[in-house]
């Protein structure tokens, strides 16, 4: 081969050189540990002698009332995160997107600032916040407001907030993404046609932002349904959750087979909801089709708005 071919050859699967280290790690790190956990949840290991056989015993004795309330607590607590997180980041992305101008670099700093502290910290932090003898109690006592100190920590009403807390900036940066891109002449045409604030937003900049809403739901929504962290130091281990459990099953009851089946079978859990919601919000952007003019027509509107009453 000549050194010419040679060059042009490297020159050509450069870009798969590149991703090489990235594929690496991903095989490593989760196409192996996953195999892995696959195959511990089928095997059973018996005898004197380090014997194994195949089994779907640890699958069978995760039907029960109490596995089944585990999953259905993580996955409510999950949607509803998601949901509240969707509810609080949408209008603060919409303001640094696109109202401020000036100040949106030193906004955007302090929405990502949290992300350069240890949410373990962040997490103990609340504790002084949230206790007994903390600041809320602590103000509310001044004021007279109360006469004994309100029970704010460890309970499931301190870990929704932790979890809302902790994700908000998952939610709202893939919203500010998208809505900075927005075509602003889009939001004028709305405006020619005659509709007014809120036909403009359900109408235009609601539907052309469903990517960013897709995906931020997914940001929050996956790590949430196997969050085990904050229910154990801010719900004070009284209520188990996906994640919750999992740990327990690895690392204080050892049984690793039953705990590799929970893994599986909540994963499926997961993987079953995800489809069903990225089915519908593929349903619902093939009318919108990113931020174009094709996306947005008169006939988007109401009726009274296109007979201009």
């Known amino acids: 081969m000549k050194k010419n071919d040679l060059k042009n050859a490297l020159k050509r699967e ?18 192996v540990p996953f195999f892995i956990i696959l195959g511990l949840s089928f095997v059973t290991f018996y005898g004197p002698v380090i014997g194994q056989i195949v089994t779907f015993n640890y699958y069978l004795s995760l039907c029960d009332n109490a596995h089944v309330r585990i999953v259905a607590r993580s996955l409510i607590f999950a949607v509803l995160n998601a949901i509240f997180c969707l509810i609080c980041a949408y209008p603060v992305a919409y303001f640094l997107a696109r109202r ?14 949290p992300f350069w502290t240890n949410m373990l910290i962040q997490i103990h932090a609340w504790f002084f916040i949230l206790e007994r003898n903390g600041l809320i109690n602590t103000i509310l006592l001044k004021l007279g407001i109360i006469t004994t100190p309100l029970h704010l920590a460890n309970n499931i009403g301190s870990v929704f907030l932790l ?38 937003f359900f109408n235009v900049t609601l539907p052309l932002s469903l990517p ?9 929504f996956v790590p949430s349904f196997g969050e085990f962290v904050i229910p154990a130091l801010m719900g004070g281990s009284k209520h188990m959750f996906v994640g919750s459990l ?22 499926l859990v997961l993987l079953l909801v995800f489809v069903l919601c990225n089915w519908f919000f593929s349903k619902k952007m093939r009318t919108t089709k990113g931020p174009s003019y094709a996306a947005f027509t008169p006939e988007s509107l109401p009726s009274d708005v296109n007979s201009g009453e």
């Not at 450069?14 to 196409?31: D, H, K, R």
Request: charged content about 10%.
């Open 163 to 200: 979890m809302v807390y902790c994700y908000m900036p998952f939610m709202i940066m893939p919203l500010y993404s998208i809505l900075e891109k927005l075509d602003q002449r889009l939001i004028e045409s709305s405006y020619d046609l005659g509709a007014n604030n809120w036909q403009t």
């Open 100 to 113: 401020i101008t000036r100040w949106k670099n030193f906004f955007l700093f302090f929405l990502i600032l």
């Open 14 to 31: 450069a870009p798969f050189f590149m991703i090489m280290p990235a594929l690496i790690w991903q095989v490593l790190f989760f196409f």
């Open 212 to 220: 960013g809403i897709k995906t931020g739901l997914f940001l929050v």
């Open 246 to 267: 999992i740990s327990h099953y690895f690392l204080m009851a050892f049984d690793v087979q039953k705990g590799a089946a929970f893994t599986i079978a909540s994963g």
